[in-house]
C-alpha cells in the first residue's frame, strides 16, 4: 500500500507584481524601485532574458528601433537612464508632413518648439540593454522565464500561481502588461476590443545615399501612411527606419518581392528626398489594428502597455503614451504609499485612470483619424486637409499645437500643471 504525503503549499507575499518584462513592464519596475518607499516588486516574464552587457553591444543594420518622444525622454531621465540611452540615439530635429499627390504639406521644427530634438529614434536593442543593467541592480525580483497559470482575487489583493509550479504569489496590486490581447488578462475575465484597420505594417531599415539630417518624413498616400525615421548611422552610413502601412494584399506582395523591386517600388512610393534608396534590411510585416483592453482598473489590479492599448503606428505614439501611463501610475503609486492610504484600493487606481483618461482619448483619436482622413480620395476632403497641412506650415500656433502633441507635452502639462 503506498502512502502519499501532501506538500505544503508556499506563499510568497509582494506589494507589487508585474506580468510582463518588456520595455513598459521594466520602466514601471524601474520608476518604481527610484522612489523613497521600500516596495516589494517582483517582475515575470514569460521569455529567458539573455545577459545584458552594454559594453558588448554592437549596433546591427536590421535593428528594429522606437521614436520616443520629448516626453519620454523626460521619464527617463528621471529614472536615471537618459544619459546612457541618449549616446545611441538618433536626434529628430524636423518633421516633415506630406499628402502624396497633393500640394499640402507641413514643417515642424525642434529649434521653433524650443527644444533639443523633437524626438529620439534608438535601436530596442540598445533600450532593453540599459533597462536591463539598470534592473540588475534595483531592489526589484526578477523570475523569467515564468508564465501565469492562475489569477484571482482573494481578500487583500490577488493570487497567482506560475506553470510548472505547486507554489502561490499573492500581491497587493497585479499590473498586467504583458502585450495586446494578453492571455494574463484573459485569465481573469477581461478581453478587448479589436478593430482590424485591414491593413499590414511593414518594417525595414532603408540605406540611403544622403545624410537623413535628423529629418523624420511623414507621407500620407491613398493606401496608408509611410514613415522614415533618422537612424543613428550603421559603419558611417546613413539609415533611416521604414514603417509602410499598405493593404493586406499588397503588403503581402511587397513581402515576396525581392530587395531591388522592394526598394523601387518604395522610391516611387516615397519619392526622392532623401536621395536613391540604396539598400533594404530584413523586412517584418504585422496586421495592424486599434485594439483596446475593455478595462484598465479593478481593485488590486491594473492593465498597461499594449494590454491596455495597441495603437496604429502612424505617428508612433504606441510605447510614449504607455511610458507616460507609467509615469503617472507609478506617481499615484507613490503619493498613496506616502499618505498612508491603501495604493491598491479601487478609488486609487481609478484615480490613476481618471488623469490619464484625456492623453488616452486624444491620443488614440489622433491615430486612429489621421491615416482614415489621408486615406479618403474625395476632392473635397483632399482639399480640406491639404488646406489644413498649408495652413499649419504657414501658422506658428498650428505648428506648435501639432509639434506639443507629438512630444507628448500637451495632455501631460494639461493634466500636471
Known sequence: MS????????????DIVIVGGGMVGISLALLLAEQQHPWKILLLEAQAYQQSNKAEYRPSFDARSTALSWSSRKI???????????????QIKKIHVSDRGHMGLTRIDAQEAGVEALGYVIENRWIGSVLLEKLATAAVEVM??????????????????????????????VVIADGANSQTAQKIGIHSDQQPYGQQGIIANIALDK????????????????AMLPLPDYQGNPRCALVWTEPAKKAEQLM????????????????YRLGILGQVGQ????????TTSTEQVRRNLVVLGNAAHSLHPVAGQGFNLSLRDVAVLADVLGSARSSGAEFAALEILESYQQQQL?????????????????????????LGRNSGLLAMDLIPGLRSRFARFGMGLATREAGHG
Do not use: C
Open 256 to 271: 515576396a518581392a525581392d530587395d531591388q523591386e522592394f526598394l523601387q517600388t518604395l522610391q516611387e512610393r516615397f519619392g
Open 211 to 226: 545624410p537623413h539630417e535628423g529629418v523624420a518624413y511623414e507621407r500620407f498616400t491613398d493606401r496608408g501612411p509611410m
Open 144 to 173: 523569467a522565464p515564468a508564465r501565469v497559470a492562475t489569477i484571482k482575487p482573494i481578500k487583500k489583493g490577488m493570487r497567482l500561481t506560475l506553470e510548472g509550479s505547486q507554489d502561490a504569489i499573492e500581491s497587493s496590486l
Open 76 to 90: 527617463f531621465e528621471t529614472a536615471g537612464l537618459w544619459t546612457a540611452l541618449q549616446s545611441q540615439a538618433s
Open 3 to 14: 502512502t502519499t504525503v501532501a506538500t505544503q503549499e508556499r506563499i510568497a507575499s509582494y
Open 283 to 290: 523586412r517584418y510585416a504585422y496586421p495592424l489594428a486599434l
Open 358 to 382: 484625456a492623453d488616452q482619448q486624444n491620443t488614440l483619436l489622433f491615430s486612429d483619424n489621421l491615416p482614415k482622413l489621408f486615406s479618403q480620395n474625395s476632392s473635397a476632403i483632399a
